[in-house]
């Protein structure tokens, strides 16, 4: 008994650091190495992550006390996989477990070069991104390379067609410099709609062995090819997959760089801002949303009723924030909509904003009763989805609700009264009109 108490008091610190709501950046990461040199190679970007609060344990990939989870908790909010040569992890960690961690809603950073292992490809495969099959494969660039000391060597690419999002790669005044790629290309799975290149290739690039001539035509090329590729699951949790470890080493980082073609020389490379900030997305320092104080209620009440009826007029609030690495800051946009939905949306209505975060919109019950739902499905490139749902009952009119006289019957009622009326007349006209004795003999005549 001692001991579960003791080993419950030495959870409770990884408990109370771990994701939440409320926080919802990564805390606590593990960093699986090849070899304990990549720390200190690789360790700006390392240093980038520590001074945002992050938690990070080295490990090496092959270490066999290293695990993901304890008595049923996670023991790390996200995963780094700088092991690209790695061929089977240590411990109880394997492909399949890396997949359950993030389909438990975890972030994961992976890293590969041209010595990429099939383990490493099939994790890659797993989320929607196929690398080039060819292992001496390299993405080769004639026109967008890199200017270096290295003459001839065109695997050294510059480039700088990013996705066209401020929310995953910051604010464009930042992209400035190209960003230093040498590495292995990968292809979009087109049946998986979740992925997003962030970084592409020049139409000029293709992806070959750099040490022997083509002798076929290569099966990447161009545009298609990915070097940095997104991915944000339905369950919200997010993964970076590139195709160069050498990106996040200090040399590039630190390292000028001059496209081919441009007479621009950069002092220093985008490495560092590129990846500083695409980390921030994929750790959920940016994009984050969250909703509360969903309300609706009848126009000129408070209290939220427990059914409404057909033809009443209601109002319908949520508030929304996004976080911003620190604090919730109000989210505005105007695109969130709500639909009154019982099968199919009824009602479908773009909320207003007040700028602080509050959303509002008014609008009447449908003449249709049955049980409806509040529902608000947000996804917007680059934000986590929001799925808000509400039920309520609708019902009909009581039989005492009813109006009298309805105004549309007007006519109908109208018309009633006007028949009556004319039997009215005809039969006393009939009734009491008196012959003439002339019209008797002409009777009687015929």
Same mark, same amino acid.
Request: negative net charge; hydrophobic residues 40%.
């Given at each position: ?15 109370? $650091? ?6 919802? $950046? ?12 990549? =720390? ?12 945002? +609060?992050?938690?990070?344990?080295? =490990? ?6 290293? *695990? ?11 995963? #780094? ?13 394997? %492909? *399949? %477990? ?13 890293? %590969? ?6 383990? #490493? ?8 991104? &196929?690398?080039?099959?060819?292992? *001496?494969?390299?993405?080769? &660039? ?34 400035? %410099?190209?960003?230093?790629?040498? +590495? #292995? ?16 290739? $020049? ?7 750099? !040490? ?26 997010? #993964? ?15 390292? /000028?760089?001059?496209? *081919? ?18 980390? !921030? ?73 007040? /700028?602080? /975060? ?21 996804? =917007? ?45 005809? $039969? ?19």
């Amino acid at each position: 008994m001692a001991k579960l108490i003791l080993v419950f008091l030495a959870l409770i610190p990884l408990l109370c $650091s771990s994701f939440s709501p409320e926080r919802p $950046s990564d805390r606590r990461i593990l960093v699986l190495l090849d070899d304990f040199a990549v =720390k200190s190679s690789h360790s700006l970007f390392f240093k980038s992550l520590q001074s945002r +609060g992050f938690d990070l344990d080295f =490990k090496l990939a092959d270490d066999p006390k290293i *695990a993901l989870q304890r008595y049923g908790q996670y023991l790390y909010d996200a995963l #780094i996989l700088f092991c690209p040569s790695i061929e089977r992890f240590g411990g109880s960690i394997d %492909a *399949a %477990a890396v997949l359950d961690f993030v389909d438990s809603g975890h972030d994961l950073i992976v890293a %590969a070069d041209n010595n990429a292992s099939d383990l #490493i490809r099939e994790i890659a495969t797993e989320c929607g991104v &196929d690398f080039d099959e060819d292992p *001496a494969a390299m993405v080769v &660039d004639h026109s967008g390379y890199a200017v270096s000391a290295t003459e001839g060597d065109h695997t050294l690419i510059a480039s700088d067609d990013f996705i066209k999002s401020d929310v995953i790669l910051g604010s464009k005044k930042l992209r400035q %410099a190209p960003v230093l790629f040498q +590495g #292995i290309g990968h292809s979009l799975n087109p049946s998986n709609s979740l992925v997003l290149k962030v970084l592409s290739a $020049s139409p000029t690039a293709f992806s070959a062995n750099p !040490k022997s001539k083509l002798t076929s035509p290569p099966s990447l090329t161009g545009s298609s090819i990915s070097l940095v590729s997104v991915i944000q699951a339905r369950n919200n949790a997010r #993964i970076l997959i590139s195709g160069s470890l050498s990106m996040f080493s200090n040399r590039f980082f630190r390292s /000028g760089v001059q496209k *081919a073609g441009s007479p621009t020389k950069h002092d220093k490379s985008g490495n560092e801002q590129f990846l500083t900030e695409l980390s !921030k997305w994929v750790l959920h320092e940016r994009g984050h949303l969250k909703a509360v104080n969903v309300q609706h209620h009848k126009v000129g009440e408070v209290g939220e009723p427990a059914i409404y009826r057909i033809n009443d007029d209601l109002e319908y609030s949520v508030e929304i924030y996004e976080w911003s690495g620190t604090t919730w800051e109000p989210y505005v946009a105007d695109d969130v909509q709500v639909q009154f939905y019982m099968m199919s949306p009824y009602v479908l209505k773009t909320l207003s904003t007040d /700028g602080k /975060g509050r959303y509002f919109t008014s609008f009447k019950v449908p003449d249709v009763y049955g049980v409806f739902q509040f529902k608000v499905e947000y996804e =917007k490139l680059g934000y986590t989805s929001l799925s808000l749902s509400k039920q309520i009952p609708v019902r009909p009119f009581r039989h005492n609700e009813y109006e009298r006289f309805i105004p549309a019957a007007y006519p109908y009622y109208g018309a009633a009264f006007s028949m009556m009326a004319g039997f009215f007349i005809f $039969s006393a006209v009939h009734l009491y009109s008196k012959k003439t004795n002339s019209t008797i003999r002409e009777e009687m005549l015929d």
